[in-house]
């Protein structure tokens, strides 16, 4: 019966988020100057055992995109939220873009950066780089996709530490 339900549950897990969050509904904060920070970084691709069974789809609902232009990111949505836009220095032009999570890196400030090969994705390994945040995404949106997926350990843990960040906030300014 699981077997059956998987395909089904997928479906709605993937695409479920897109739905409820569309990017016409984001709130971005474009900085007027970009936001220095060191983070961890690690390398992952669509190829891995883990991420097999979602392909090339993020956990947005797009396309994976590897290019010099424009490539894709995972983060803890509660620590950089969907829609994050920046840069590594000293790397190139290269925009990455938050639209995708993963469980391992729930918890952390780490970024893990997408590559369309299993050699790219080694030859990167994990590093710790001096990043600039152009754009930081919605965390709202991240907050009403995440809840919506909150069966998944990883995604109700990050939609709850959004969710007490701002009940925080709001309690401060009452």
């Not at 609902?61 to 995972?74: F, H, K, M, P, R």
Request: charged residues 20%; aromatic residues 14%; neutral net charge.
């Amino acid at each position: 019966m699981l077997s059956r339900a998987l395909p089904l549950l997928l479906f709605f897990t993937l695409f479920t988020g897109p739905l409820v969050a569309s990017p016409k509904k984001f709130q971005f904060s474009v900085l007027e100057e970009p936001v220095e920070m060191k983070v961890r970084t690690t390398a992952y691709t669509h190829t891995e055992p883990d991420h097999i069974i979602y392909g090339k789809l993020s956990a947005y609902g797009s396309y994976l995109q590897a290019s010099e232009a424009y490539t894709s990111a995972a983060a803890d949505w509660s620590f950089l939220p969907i829609g994050t836009v920046f840069r590594i220095k000293n790397y190139g032009p290269t925009l990455f873009v938050i639209d995708d999570y993963g469980s391992a890196l729930t918890g952390k400030e780490t970024v893990d950066l997408y590559f369309e090969t299993q050699a790219e994705m080694n030859r990167w390994g994990a590093r710790n780089v001096e990043i600039e945040i152009l754009r930081l995404g919605d965390y709202r949106a991240s907050y009403m996709i995440l809840r919506e997926r909150a069966h998944w350990p990883h995604c109700y843990a990050m939609a709850k530490k959004i969710y007490d960040r701002y009940q925080s906030k709001k309690v401060a300014q009452d």
